[in-house]
């Protein structure tokens, strides 16, 4: 899958100089990193774990949120479903009078902690599943009290979330952070629901969530006719939404060394406007 190799380039230049790229790795689960261990149990236990059937198979998803309230799917980045996309979730379930959000585990339980790991994982992914999964998640949410469903995603994730305006008829809009999806999973310029997207200035991921991605993004989005907005970051690179002690170090770890609070609050309350327009007042 062509959106995967785009990532995986840039992953090996950030792993290594050399021609192997499993010869360095970045942990980031040092021992500086433990006291928070606690408080990422913490925001764990406020997540009720479901399953969701779809065809012959069945995934697990991680729901936070009052029943009833506007759905959102939020997607994981390439390391799984980790601390990081779980504080997005919570976000997103407190923001005004609340959203319903549901995590969908698309690696069926699997987590890195290593760049190699998370590169292993997503080139491993099956794409299209990861989208009937998103389908399923969406249907889920309609299915159990939400009235309207909206996707959100981080890089692997942004580019699925996007993919699925196009993909999944049932999702009213969509909110995607520094990813795009390859020609072969799906073209935005057939998007059917509402897009809104986040780029860093800085960001490096060459053809995948750099400026010149977000740009003919941009464009694409215009032939598709729906409702659209695309936005740069000035001073961010990648990820730049991830803003935990553990993110920041594990950012610092891959060379992005920026961070910008002003930003991120930005992002968010762009993100809240659009999804209040599309899925009704949270």
Known sequence: MATAQLLLRRASFLLTPSPSPLLRRY???SSRLQPRATMAADATSQFQKI???????TFDAYIVGKENA????????????DYEVKNHAIHISQI???YRALIPDLYRGKVALEVAEAQHLMEGLDWQGAIKDIQASVKWLKENGSPKVGVTGYCMGGALAIASGVLVPEVDAVVAFYGT???????????QAPTQ???GE????VGFADVTAAKSLEEKL?????????HIYPGCSHAFMNASPEALERRKGMGMTDENQGAIDLAWSRFTTWMDRFLGSA
Request: glycine share 10%.
């Open 222 to 230: 215009k032939s598709s006719g729906v409702p659209h907005e695309v």
């Open 202 to 205: 800085l960001d490096s991921f």
């Open 96 to 98: 005004g009078d609340g």
């Open 197 to 199: 997207a986040h780029f």
């Open 27 to 29: 942990p980031v689960h």
């Open 51 to 57: 399953q969701i059937q779809r065809e012959d198979t």
């Open 181 to 191: 999806p390859s020609s072969e999973l799906a073209d935005p310029s057939k998007a």
């Open 70 to 81: 506007p759905g959102v799917v939020v997607l994981q980045e390439w390391w799984g479903v």
